[in-house]
C-alpha cells in the first residue's frame, strides 16, 4: 500500500472554528490532491500541489487553504468552518502523470 | 475538455453473474490515461488498473478483465462470476498529457454496484 497517512481520521467541530486535516505521505511523490466527496457528488477536487509551495485550485477551492512547505506534508485548511463543508476528505498522491492517484484513508469532518 | 462518463448509477446482479461496467470518456489529447478504482462499503478507494492511450490489448486478472476501445472511447470493466465481496462503488478516470500539471485527472460519477448473495 502507498504510505498515505491522513490525520485526524474523524473530527467534529464547530462552525465558525478553523481546522487544518494533514497528508503525510512517505513516497516522495511529486503532486498530492486533496478531494472532498459527498453524495451525489463523487469526488470533487480541492486543491492540488505539482510541488513544494506549488498549489493550485481545483473546482470547489472556496473557504479552503492548501500548504505545501515539504515534499511529505500537504496540508488542509477550513479557515472558518461552515457546515457546508462537512464531508469525507481524501488526499491522493502521485508519482507521474501517466501514474494512478493513491489515495489515504480519509478524514470524516463534521460541521455543527 | 476531458469527461468521463459512467452512464449507470447503480447496478444489481446475483452472486456469480457476470456484470460489465461501462466507462466512456472524452479528450482531446492523442496521449492520455485511464484507471478504473474501487470503493468498497469501508470507504477506502483502491486502485484497480491503468491504461495507455496508445495500448489497446484487452487485460484480465483473475475475475477481472477490461476492455480498452479507442474507437468507441470507451474502457469498460467485466467481473465474471461475482461475488458479494466485489459489493462497492467502482471509480472510471481519466488523465491527460498535454499541459498537465497534475491537475488533469477527472473521475467519472462511478457506479455502485451490489453482488447479492
Known amino acids: 500500500d502507498a504510505g498515505i497517512t491522513q490525520s485526524p481520521r474523524h473530527k467534529v467541530t464547530e462552525t465558525g472554528t478553523p481546522v487544518t486535516l494533514r497528508c503525510h505521505q512517505t513516497?516522495?511523490?511529486?503532486?498530492m490532491y486533496w478531494y472532498r466527496q459527498d453524495p451525489g457528488h463523487g469526488l470533487r477536487l480541492i486543491h492540488y500541489s505539482y510541488g513544494v509551495k506549488d498549489t493550485d485550485k481545483g473546482e470547489v477551492s472556496d473557504g479552503y487553504s492548501v500548504s505545501r512547505s515539504k515534499t511529505e506534508d500537504f496540508l488542509l485548511t477550513l479557515e472558518s468552518a461552515t457546515s457546508s463543508q462537512t464531508s469525507v476528505y481524501f488526499c491522493?498522491?502521485?508519482?507521474?502523470?501517466?501514474?494512478?492517484?493513491?489515495f489515504g484513508d480519509g478524514t470524516r469532518l463534521s460541521i455543527l | 475538455a476531458q469527461k468521463v462518463t459512467q452512464a449507470q448509477t447503480e447496478i444489481s446482479v446475483v452472486e456469480k453473474e457476470d456484470v460489465t461496467l461501462d466507462c466512456v470518456y472524452e479528450t482531446r489529447d492523442t496521449t492520455y490515461y485511464l484507471f478504473w478504482y474501487k470503493q468498497p462499503p469501508s470507504g477506502e478507494l483502491v486502485f484497480l488498473i491503468r491504461?495507455?492511450?496508445?495500448?489497446?490489448q484487452n487485460e484480465i486478472s483473475g475475475r477481472y478483465s477490461w476492455n480498452f476501445q479507442k474507437s468507441t472511447s470507451s474502457f469498460n470493466f467485466t467481473i465474471t462470476a461475482s461475488q458479494v465481496v466485489d459489493s462497492a462503488v467502482y471509480f472510471c478516470?481519466?488523465?491527460?498529457?498535454?499541459?498537465?500539471?497534475?491537475?488533469?485527472?477527472?473521475f467519472g460519477p462511478g457506479t455502485r454496484l451490489s453482488v447479492l448473495p
Open positions: 513516497e516522495n511523490h511529486r503532486y
Open positions: 478516470a481519466l488523465s491527460e498529457a498535454l499541459g498537465n500539471y497534475g491537475q488533469n485527472f477527472v
Open positions: 491504461r495507455n492511450s496508445f495500448d489497446e
Open positions: 491522493a498522491i502521485r508519482a507521474a502523470i501517466n501514474q494512478p492517484q493513491h
